[in-house]
């Protein structure tokens, strides 16, 4: 390596990076303006070109910038590198400047892999980070440009941003826009992470093809997921879904298949119109294993709309068919069981009828049995009545009316308790015939309503 001061013009555009800088460059006003004052102080780093020329390696923005303020010379080290070499040496050049965002640091990583043939330990060893940190800035190479844009404009964090790199593609604009909220109330990181499990994962949690190799090479591969090798929640089996439109495509393709395989019928667990090919709830019933449920026409069926996603069930959809005519849709019962319930029904509601029979005809023979004058029975069953019918709110008054001597009852909860039903129950005991219908008047204008008073005031 040498060290030296070189012309400006005698140096050449680098070959290994045609695009220039890596990085957007907001600072570069800057770095001409301390040029200008302070000179190049740190050199630029150059090899050997064809003739007499030198290729840039590191440090173009300072070479620009030495031309702009046409500066003759400029101090530089000549190496010797070949053109792996000088790529990585720009890639890592370009991470040790201040304020670089995850999102170039992200992208420098993936380049010394891709480019310079890296590991992702060894690029870990060599800007001396964890594995991880890298593998997380890895990963937001996976955001698309909405998210980028959101991202650079500190719209979202880092946490948002590495939540949404590990969705694929379609999944991220759903997300970002669930992220960004309507009214500028951005989700917090936790929120966003809930959203993702529940509008996401929790849909495509069901993937059955996942249990077989025939399943899996009737689905086929996945095409929306990629590149993304590992979820949320961890690293994903092969052949697992992370998209929810590729797994509505999976999951299309692997009932396409059972049915074929299996000869059946697609259904719906849901009641009203099922999409086409699928026989809604209203349209089938259930057929249970037992001999007694069976018929001619048992058919297998897969429920591919509602809960119970395929599940495998017998139904029977025979409008003619003796034994489950008729019978009431009702998922997860079979026909027999619904019987069973209709027949239940109606015998309680049998029930019910004959018990309002008996008591209408109590009642008849109890009334036949009244008669002037009324007996003494007869007298305090009225009695009795009354006293029902004025309530124990109208019992205070009464006593207090009567002047009676009222019992005091102590509470276990520390309060005394007037037994005022005792004291008129007593009084009423002892009352003659005609004292007891005048308490029966009584009773019944007690009930609260002055108005009944009228009924006897002017007989
Ligand atoms: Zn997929
Ligand atoms: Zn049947």
Redesign the pocket.
């Known amino acids: 390596m040498e060290l030296k001061n070189i012309k400006v013009k005698e140096i050449s555009e680098t070959k290994t990076n045609p695009r220039g800088d890596d990085f957007e460059d907001k600072n570069f006003d800057e770095l001409v303006e301390s040029i200008k004052e302070k000179g190049v102080l740190m050199p630029v780093l150059v090899r050997k070109g064809q003739k007499k020329t030198y290729e840039i390696i590191a440090g173009s923005r300072r070479l620009k910038a030495a031309k702009i303020l046409k500066f003759e010379e400029i101090p530089a080290k000549i190496v010797e590198m070949n053109d792996i070499e000088a790529r990585e040496a720009q890639i890592v050049e370009n991470l040790q400047r201040q304020d670089v965002h995850p999102l170039d640091e992200g992208e420098a990583y993936r380049k010394l892999i891709e480019e310079a043939k890296y590991e992702i330990s060894a690029v870990a060893v060599k800007v001396a980070k964890s594995e991880s940190y890298v593998k997380q800035r890895l990963f937001l190479t996976n955001l698309k440009e909405k998210t980028v844009k959101a991202y650079r404009a500190g719209k979202i964090n880092d946490g948002h941003a590495v939540l949404i790199a590990k969705l694929?593609s379609n999944d991220q604009k759903s997300a970002l826009l669930a992220t960004l909220g309507r009214w500028n109330e951005v989700m917090t990181v936790k929120e966003l992470k809930e959203w993702i499990e529940s509008n996401i994962y929790s849909e495509?949690a069901f993937q059955p093809w996942l249990k077989s190799k025939e399943a899996m090479e009737a689905v086929g591969?996945?095409?929306?997921?990629?590149p993304n090798s590992e979820s949320l929640f961890g690293p994903v089996k092969e052949g697992?879904?992370?998209?929810l439109k590729?797994?509505k495509?999976?999951i299309k393709k692997y009932f396409s298949w059972k049915v074929k395989m299996g000869k059946l019928k697609r259904i719906s667990s849901e009641y009203g119109q099922a999409p086409k090919g699928v026989i809604s709830l209203s349209d089938y019933v259930k057929v249970g294993r037992k001999k007694e449920d069976r018929c001619d026409s048992v058919l297998k069926a897969i429920v591919v709309e509602g809960s119970g996603l395929g599940k495998e069930i017998d139904i029977c959809i025979n409008p003619k068919c003796e034994k489950h005519k008729g019978a009431q849709a009702q998922y997860g019962l079979t026909a027999k069981e619904v019987k069973e319930r209709k027949e239940d029904r109606k015998k309680e509601i049998e029930n019910a009828k004959k018990a309002k029979v008996a008591m209408e005809k109590k009642l008849a023979d109890a009334l036949k049995k009244v008669k002037w004058p009324l007996s003494e029975k007869h007298l305090d069953a009225l009695l009795t009545l009354a006293l029902e019918l004025a309530g124990s709110n109208a019992y205070r008054t009464i006593a207090k009316r009567h002047e009676l001597e009222v019992e005091k009852e102590n509470q276990s909860w520390g309060g005394t308790c007037y037994r005022y039903d005792k004291a008129i129950e007593k009084m009423a005991k002892g009352l003659d015939k005609n004292e007891k219908i005048k308490f029966v008047f009584e009773l019944l204008i007690d009930t609260g309503y002055g108005s009944l008073l009228k009924g006897i005031e002017k007989i």
């Not at 697992?240 to 998209?243: G, I």
Request: glycine share 0%; proline share 0%; net charge negative.
């Open positions: 694929s495509i591969e996945c095409t929306e997921c990629k697992a879904c992370t998209d590729c797994w495509n999976k």
